[in-house]
Structures are given as structure tokens and as C-alpha cells.
């Protein structure tokens, strides 16, 4: 049974950095892409990023050249490093895999940005 937990969200200010990781567990996850997402208090949850198995990155605008998505094939994470964050990127973070038709989701990490 494949297990995501998410880690490294908390509180930092307006134009500070977090690193979010997501690690996995119960399955190697080298030949999958892996997708993180985020999930605002009253709004729909949206892609912030993904990684192909084969290591290219994709990001949604609101995010490119802040941050970036990075995986570690070894050590079975995926990390997002948050750079220049804004409020608006306040959210509860999630990483998704998957398998076939079943989506794997972690728990989420919160990210708060304060103004």
C-alpha cells in the first residue's frame, strides 16, 4: 500500500522561502510522475507543479521561477522548494501519485505566508 506524507510547511513571511517534501513509502515511485497541489481555506484544489519519471518539471504560472520541483529516485521524495512566496500562496499542500486509475494523496502540509 503506497503512503505519501508531505513535511516542511509552517509559517514564514512575505517574499521567504519553505522546501515541502513528499515522501513515499510501500512503493518505488521512480517510473511515475508525481504531482504537487494546494488547496486554499474556500477555493478548489489546483495543480502547483508536477515531475515525469523521467525528471522534466512542469509548473503552473502562478508559480514559475519561484518554485521549483525536484526529485530523488533514491530516497523515493519529491521536494518543492518555495521561493519569494506571497500570501496568496497560503494553502495546504499536497503531493498526488497515480497508479494507474487510483490516486495516492498525502495528508497535506500547511503553508502560511504572512503579509
Known amino acids: 500500500q503506497l503512503q505519501l506524507v508531505e513535511s516542511g510547511g509552517g509559517l514564514v513571511q512575505s517574499g521567504g522561502s519553505l522546501r515541502l517534501s513528499c515522501a513515499a513509502s510501500?512503493?518505488?515511485?521512480?517510473?511515475?510522475?508525481i504531482g504537487w497541489f494546494r488547496q486554499a481555506p474556500g477555493k478548489e484544489r489546483e495543480g502547483v507543479s508536477c515531475i515525469t519519471s523521467g525528471g522534466r518539471p512542469n509548473y503552473a504560472d502562478f508559480v514559475k521561477g519561484r518554485f521549483t520541483i525536484s526529485r530523488d529516485n533514491v530516497k523515493n521524495t519529491v521536494a518543492l522548494q518555495m521561493n519569494s512566496l506571497k500570501p496568496e500562496d497560503t494553502a495546504v499542500y499536497y503531493c498526488k501519485v497515480s497508479l494507474g486509475p487510483r490516486e495516492y494523496w498525502g495528508q497535506g502540509t500547511q503553508v502560511t505566508v504572512s503579509s
Open positions: 510501500g512503493y518505488t515511485l521512480d517510473v511515475y510522475d
